[in-house]
């Protein structure tokens, strides 16, 4: 039966009734959801690996088991999972191997507008490129067909529009594939120097082989036009925006496999339009190919390298009439992220803030501490930089830096890659204080389960790593607790922590304020009587309080009793609305 189904939902229901057995990846805006939805398949093994590398390196050896296997991450994470993924390619797979890794340009959830097809290239790997739901269900069923046949991973190369909107999907049953048997072979899975020489003529003759497979492949098809003056090349969103700005009126090529390209496909197609166009979000990815081949080419003359296109912008660049809409009577006022009312975070940014700290972050929902009025990390990098760059900056300053500057980590974080750069301040010993933001989740992708938690992706209890003790076990003999509603606790710990002449940690431990399972207490209220307007509650930046008509006020609707606004007020004015019972 057809359905509407979300990007995501369909490659995970493509790889599902592939036969897919075992799935291991890390959760990334926008490439979460494909693991999620896998997981509600008691046929597949499905787990969060604590990073991307991790996940890689599980999906290879089920593939070596000779079992389909899958692994998931944006593009970012795709950086930390180089290593394996370029040997692997020299390797090759038993069982079919795919890698989804999506993109996210316009930077929605994201530190860059990184585009993961020059990875194809550079890997020397196949990369499908669905434009709808309906695609990225057929293509992931197609991708371990052609790993299978070609001993190589494939990616499925995934962006925010498509792994976020909806469109048809009609699914189907599920097929076993069953268990390609392991047979050792150490020329070609031990990658050895002398094996790995062996091993590159493999790569090169496959990529051969799979360009001759782009050239007939349905997945790469001429949809023809009535104006052969000009001629689109395109593919994923941007092939969505030219089909509804232009409709028939010029050829396309639309490619659904965009490494390897089809080069003579490219050639006829070129010279049977006038003018030849490109239409690509990002990087001149397929137009700096289409001029290798010495074609006259129109790409990013005309078309921008930063963020996403859209309906209007494709129209404009092409010369069609461009859709002028309805302008909103009023202006929307902007609506900045904002840390939620109760955040656990939000006490100890307030001590850092306070205490004047140099603070260096890192990746999570706690990165908004960078916001007003806390305005208190001053550093993010990417996953686990905050530990290692505070090393870093203290072994670069001395003493002048150490007695004031912190990191910050969340813990699903920490598991990630900070566990090394601690590792690295034990061994090499900077006087570094390292502040674990534990909020008991992995908050900013949409709360999934991490080795911290005790919990695995089904929910189902699990391993679960005790951060003091390993902390403890890495040489820290400094390591505390505090809970972040606690503002003097927690200026205590900052402060005494910072005097120390000897590394340390702190653990800032409580659960996200959103978790369903966490009980709150009664909201409070402002006491007008007592409201001085002095606007100390203000200096948190809670989304719970404002003022008005010259008062405090608080959301009761939003505000979940933390008290923490209490802490800061001199003057009793924040109330209780528990007292009132």
């Not at 190589?152 to 268990?179: D, N, Y």
């Not at 232009?246 to 090529?253: E, Q």
């Not at 209220?525 to 606007?535: G, I, P, Q």
Request: charged share 25%; glycine share 8%.
């Amino acid at each position: 039966m057809k359905q509407l189904m979300l990007g995501n939902a369909a490659a995970a229901r493509g790889l599902y009734e592939a036969g897919v057995a075992v799935v291991s990846s890390y959760p990334g805006t926008p490439s979460t959801e494909i693991t999620e939805e896998l997981a509600k398949y008691d046929e597949v093994y499905s787990e969060w690996a604590p990073n991307e590398k991790v996940a890689m390196e599980v999906a290879f050896g089920a593939s070596l088991a000779g079992k389909r296997s899958f692994c998931g991450m944006k593009h970012v994470g795709l950086n930390v999972a180089a290593d394996p993924l370029f040997t692997v390619s020299y390797t090759g797979v038993n069982g079919g191997m795919v890698i989804a890794v999506a993109d996210d340009a316009g930077m929605h959830s994201s530190q860059n507008e990184q585009d993961s097809r020059h990875y194809a290239r550079s890997a020397k790997l196949p990369m499908l490129e669905p434009s709808d739901s309906g695609e990225a269900y057929a293509f992931a069923k197609k991708a371990y067909e052609i790993s299978e046949e070609f001993d190589c991973p494939v990616f499925l190369k995934m962006c925010t529009r498509v792994a976020h909107s909806q469109s048809i999907v009609e699914p189907g049953e599920r097929v076993e594939a069953g268990a390609k048997p392991y047979e050792k072979n150490i020329a070609k899975y031990v990658m050895t120097p002398a094996n790995a020489i062996r091993r590159h003529p493999h790569v090169e003759e496959r990529m051969a082989k799979l360009a001759e497979y782009a050239e007939t492949s349905p997945l790469n098809r001429v949809e023809e036009g009535r104006d052969h003056g000009t001629g689109i090349i395109t593919s994923s969103t941007s092939y969505q925006y030219v089909k509804e700005v232009c409709g028939d009126r010029f050829p396309i090529l639309k490619l659904g496999m965009v490494w390897p390209l089809p080069e003579r496909k490219i050639r006829d197609f070129a010279a049977s339009v006038d003018r030849l166009i490109v239409v690509e979000e990002l990087d001149s990815f397929l137009e700096t190919y289409v001029r290798e081949l010495g074609l006259a080419v129109t790409g990013k003359e005309l078309f921008p390298l930063l963020g996403e296109f859209s309906q209007n912008l494709v129209a404009e660049k092409l010369g069609v009439p461009v859709h002028t809409g309805k302008a909103l009577d009023e202006t929307i006022p902007p609506r900045p992220p904002a840390m939620c009312a109760g955040c656990p975070h939000r006490g100890l940014f307030y001590t850092l803030s306070k205490n004047k700290c140099t603070v260096l972050g890192d990746i999570g929902c706690y990165t908004l501490g960078a916001a007003a009025p806390l305005n208190a990390i001053e550093m993010t990098l990417c996953m686990g930089a905050s530990v290692s760059s505070v090393h870093g900056y203290n072994k670069a300053l001395g003493a002048e830096s150490e007695h004031k500057t912190v990191a910050v980590i969340g813990d699903s974080t920490f598991m990630h890659s900070g566990m090394t750069g601690l590792a690295n301040i034990a061994y090499n010993q900077s006087n570094s204080t390292v502040i674990i933001l534990d909020n008991s989740i992995t908050g900013m992708t949409g709360h999934q389960q991490n080795p911290t938690t005790g919990f695995n992706i089904k929910g189902d209890p699990a391993g679960k790593i005790d951060l003091e003790a390993l902390c403890r076990a890495m040489g820290f003999s400094r390591v505390r607790v505090v809970d972040p509603y606690d503002l003097d606790a927690c200026d205590r710990a900052v402060r005494e922590e910072l005097a120390a002449d000897e590394p340390s940690v702190i653990i800032s431990r409580r659960p996200c304020a959103l978790l369903k399972y966490v009980r709150h207490n009664a909201p409070l209220r402002v006491n007008t009587d007592k409201c001085v307007c002095c606007k100390g509650c203000m200096k948190i930046g809670c989304p719970a309080v404002s003022f008005k008509d010259g008062k405090a006020r608080v959301d009761e609707t939003l505000c979940v009793g933390c008290g923490v606004c209490a802490q800061l007020c001199k003057f009793g004015a924040l109330e209780s609305t528990a007292k009132e019972g």
